[in-house]
């Protein structure tokens, strides 16, 4: 119920491409599902974030989807670029309580020039 | 520049032995958490501190404890530490707009 499933576990495009991440849950109480960048030797960083009352937000190139029926969500980076390679985690919570903040288990995407 | 600052970045313990990861954060967050990330396993859960002098275990809190006597700092401790404890391990403080990270200590248990 508190996992989060994330999918490719690596994910491999060529400049200019499409980077295409996906998550899913369980959980219908989740209400707010954030993406984190995280750089070599460095810690996750929040990309973007939304809640379940809207179905996609764009910041600059990084778009989230969000299908509520399908408990399905997923980001998007558009125009792909080698600074983008990093390892994406999708996360899910409800609440405040740090044992309701699940999050996946990463994806690293390689940006090829 | 605000923050979470970790210390060591590095470490190499000797299994048996005891160390205190040191965390600080000056954004004046009252949640703060411990995280150990594995290979395929994402960021789990170790402790988390919902102020000062409160404290509760994560997903994974066995081998570890931890304190919280001040808002700023969240110092974990490895009582005798295993080779399982091999990890790296990252402190956060959470505000209600998410988890704002430290750089992380990579932690190798011979």
Redesign the interface.
């Known amino acids: 119920q508190q996992q989060v499933k994330q999918s490719p576990q690596s994910l491999i495009v060529q400049k200019g491409g499409i980077s295409i991440i996906n998550c899913a849950y369980e959980n219908t109480a989740f209400d707010y599902f954030p993406w984190y960048q995280q750089f070599p030797g460095k810690g996750p960083a929040l990309l973007i974030a939304i809640r379940p009352d809207v179905s996609e937000k764009k910041e600059g190139r990084f778009t989230i989807s969000f299908n509520k029926s399908a408990k399905q969500f997923s980001l998007h980076i558009m125009d792909s670029q080698p600074g983008d390679s990093a390892t994406y985690f999708c996360a899910a919570s409800w609440g405040r309580r740090e044992q309701n903040f699940v999050f996946g288990p990463g994806t690293r995407l390689s940006v090829l020039p | 520049n605000a923050g979470?600052t970790q210390t060591p970045k590095f470490q190499v313990l000797k299994t048996g032995q005891s160390m205190t990861l040191q965390c600080a954060q000056d954004m004046n967050h009252e949640?703060m958490?411990w995280y150990r990330q594995d290979p395929?396993?994402?960021?789990r859960?170790i402790h988390?501190s919902?102020g000062a002098g409160i404290t509760?275990q994560?997903?994974v809190p066995n081998g570890y404890n931890v304190s919280r006597s001040t808002t700023e700092d969240f110092p974990l401790r490895l009582l005798s530490a295993a080779p399982s404890q091999t990890s790296v391990y990252?402190c956060?403080s959470?505000s209600d707009?998410?988890?704002?990270?430290?750089?992380?200590t990579r932690l190798t248990v011979v």
Not at chain 2, 40 to 43: I, T, V
Not at chain 2, 97 to 104: A, L, Q, R, V
């Open positions: 979470v949640y958490s395929g396993m994402g960021l859960l988390y919902v509760d994560g997903e990252f956060a959470r707009y998410g988890y704002t990270f430290g750089s992380g």
